[in-house]
């Protein structure tokens, strides 16, 4: 009993600020989530309990009000502490990647999928601070084996980019089937 009363006050001094912000938008999440899973899930009629398609989503949706529910209120009634809106910031600085990739889904159908994924490897491993010409190489060499993987090997169907249109036949026929 006391171990558990020195976890408890462990976990105390290290709550995180944001806590109470995190809770609420997860619970937000888990309560829009169950207020549109009618609309995605069918109850099939004749059929068994834990064959429904809709049965282990609901546990799962059901769970997470739950647990956002049990999360909610012990966030509510624990101590607060100062620093919740640099907490938020810091969290809001992860949507930076959001654009990133939303830039790279724009610029796949217009430099082609190659170009495209090999530039930004390249400008992620820039952005993340790195400046050593070898770790242009590498970006740009992961860049291509993804490429290759997904595109030749795995016979991934990807867009041909516009740009390929202003190849020579022969060269534009194999990066819109390789690459």
Not at 30 to 45: F, Y
Request: glycine share 8%; charged share 10%.
């Amino acid at each position: 009993m006391a171990r558990l009363a020195s976890l408890t006050a462990h976990l105390r001094r290290e709550r995180r600020p944001g806590d109470l912000v995190f809770a609420l938008a997860f619970m937000a999440f888990a309560l829009a989530t169950l207020i549109v899973m009618p609309r995605q899930t069918t109850w099939v009629p004749n059929t068994v309990l834990f064959a429904q398609p809709a049965f282990w989503p609901g546990v799962g949706v059901i769970m997470m009000v739950g647990f956002g529910a049990v999360h909610l209120l012990s966030s509510v009634v624990s101590t607060r502490q100062e620093g919740r809106g640099a907490e938020l910031l810091y969290w809001l600085r992860s949507l930076e990647f959001v654009a990133w990739f939303l830039c790279y889904v724009w610029l796949v159908p217009v430099i082609g999928y190659l170009p495209a994924t090999m530039l930004f490897a390249v400008l992620l491993v820039l952005r993340l601070g790195y400046r050593a010409p070898w770790s242009f190489f590498w970006a740009a060499a992961f860049g291509f084996a993804v490429v290759a993987v997904f595109k030749a090997g795995l016979q991934v169907k990807v867009p041909a980019g516009a740009l390929y249109g202003y190849l020579p036949d022969s060269i534009r026929t194999f990066m819109v089937v390789n690459f």
